[in-house]
T-cell receptor
Framework: GAGVSQSPSNKVTEKGKDVELRCDPI?????LYWYRQSLGQGLEFLIYFQGNSAPDKSGLPSDRFSAERTGGSVSTLTIQRTQQEDSAVYLC?????????????FGPGTRLTVT | GQNIDQPTEMTATEGAIVQINCTYQ??????LFWYQQHAGEAPTFLSYNVLDGLEEKGRFSSFLSRSKGYSYLLLKELQMKDSASYLCAPLRQTGANNLFFGTGTRLTVIP
């Protein structure tokens, strides 16, 4: 079946512009996560959605970052007034129930470059 | 807080066995995952341990000792395609059920 998809695969933007990154999770997965990975670094948790519960935004690095999930499916991560340090690969993952025993399935990521 | 310690890089020979160690400190432990990440690709799930002991899955095995905050990933009969980064990820028992990933161990398999 279809896995997690993300778009765009690559995004180059100028400093100060806003960007939107999209994630389509696996159908039926109720949990959705956003991470970012800078070059040579580990994955940094950003935000977590579980069903209709309020999202856990504890990993968002600043108020320039926001995310929403419409209809419990597609999610959009928005970065306002991008900075060069925002350059990274943004990974989305989904999980069947958000329980600890369920693995996360990752999408291919969006490589964001801020010039 | 949380902290993960893994070797940054390892090299092993095709056909050999390699053990990648991971020590961790985390508030509220709820299991530990190992993920494999090939260069330029997304991480893929390898194993999950929540109880102490060894979990074997084909050529890959994962071990956990909760009291010691220690895990290892054992790869047998190494193949060239096993060259990748291996990420140790303790699961924090927070409201997010989120994983905390370290920088991983970059394994290079040589002929």
């Amino acid at each position: 079946g279809a896995g997690v998809s993300q778009s765009p695969s690559n995004k180059v933007t100028e400093k100060g512009k806003d960007v939107e990154l999209r994630c389509d999770p696996i159908s039926g997965h109720t949990a959705l996560y956003w991470y970012r990975q800078s070059l040579g670094q580990g994955l940094e948790f950003l935000i977590y959605f579980q069903g209709n519960s309020a999202p856990d935004k504890s990993g968002l690095p600043s108020d320039r970052f926001s995310a929403e999930r419409t209809g419990g499916s597609v999610s959009t991560l928005t970065i306002q007034r991008t900075q060069q340090e925002d350059s990274a690969v943004y990974l989305c993952a989904s999980s069947p129930r958000g329980q600890s025993s369920y693995e996360q399935y990752f999408g291919p990521g969006t490589r964001l470059t801020v010039t | 807080g949380q902290n993960i310690d893994q070797p940054t890089e390892m090299t092993a020979t095709e056909g050999a066995i390699v053990q990648i160690n991971c020590t961790y400190q985390t508030s509220g432990f709820n299991g530990l995952f190992w993920y494999q990440q090939h260069a330029g690709e997304a991480p893929t799930f390898l194993s999950y341990n929540v109880l102490d002991g060894l979990e074997e899955k084909g050529r890959f095995s994962s071990f956990l000792s909760r009291s010691k905050g220690y895990s290892y990933l054992l790869l047998k009969e190494l193949q060239m395609k096993d060259s990748a980064s291996y990420l140790c990820a303790p699961l924090r028992q927070t409201g997010a059920n989120n994983l905390f990933f370290g920088t991983g161990t970059r394994l290079t398999v040589i002929p």
